[in-house]
């Protein structure tokens, strides 16, 4: 005789990066694991890789790799908390040099926020040249290793990669089918005032954020944390 299986309850949110509202479930046990598994590798490919594949099982009608990477946190918070729990303990180190003790401190993950509103993505760079730009997608950020990200190189060719389409008065240029040599040319052939207005529209990229304060259980001083992106809720 076969087990009787327990249906989920069902949840909505609105996507950060568009407003559309998604309904999702929480995941189950075995997906779960999933997470576990990749979360002990340290290894950030295969945490966004077990990521995509447990939101991708949750949610239906949403391609997830395409969507931001601030879209992705906030989903997964969301998941997370309906899921196993609102209420996530960090260990977190006084601030005084002199003490360093760790304290327990609970998050409510009800309480988070995406911090910064989406730009226009449209960026007028002369009278008649601009650029359409989009925020990274979780596809993309996926490419590259945390070193890789964290150099010049790395940062260009993510902004190539999110460059969607280039335009002069007589013409749109579709970045698709340009390759990305060719956007590179583009870029150099700015000036620095005039590369700066895209590199303003990553600079304020939103990201799921959240100010917390506590006292230290050892000296009882009081300290305060600016928390971001998703591995600062689960450290």
């Not at 280039?166 to 089918?177: E, R, T």
């Amino acid at each position: 005789m076969a087990l009787p299986m327990v249906n989920s309850p069902r949840y909505s949110t609105i996507l950060p990066s568009t407003g559309e509202n998604i309904d999702y479930r929480p995941y189950t046990v075995k997906e779960e694991k999933i997470l576990m598994i990749a979360m002990e590798s340290k290894d950030q490919k295969q945490i966004i890789r077990a990521m995509k594949d447990v939101i991708s099982a949750c949610i239906e009608g949403i391609d997830v790799g395409k969507i931001t990477t601030f879209d992705i946190e906030w989903i997964f918070l969301k998941l997370r908390s309906k899921s196993v729990g609102e209420k996530v303990e960090l260990k977190l180190k006084c601030q005084d040099n002199e003490c360093e003790a760790q304290t327990q401190v609970e998050i409510n993950l009800e309480e988070i926020e995406v911090k910064g509103e989406a730009k226009n993505s449209v960026i007028q760079i002369t009278e008649e040249v601009g650029c359409v730009i989009r925020y990274p997608s979780i596809e993309l950020v996926e490419k590259y290793d945390q070193e890789k990200l964290n150099s010049v190189d790395g940062a260009f060719d993510m902004i190539v990669g999110c460059i969607e389409s280039i335009y002069d008065a007589d013409n749109v240029y579709d970045c698709k089918n340009e390759t990305p040599e060719d956007i590179r040319d583009f870029l150099d052939s700015l000036t620095s005032e005039q590369f700066q207005k895209i590199t303003e529209f990553f600079q304020g990229v939103p990201q799921v954020q959240h100010d917390l304060n506590w006292k230290c259980s050892k000296c009882e001083k009081e300290n305060s944390i600016e928390l971001k992106g998703i591995e600062s809720f689960f450290t």
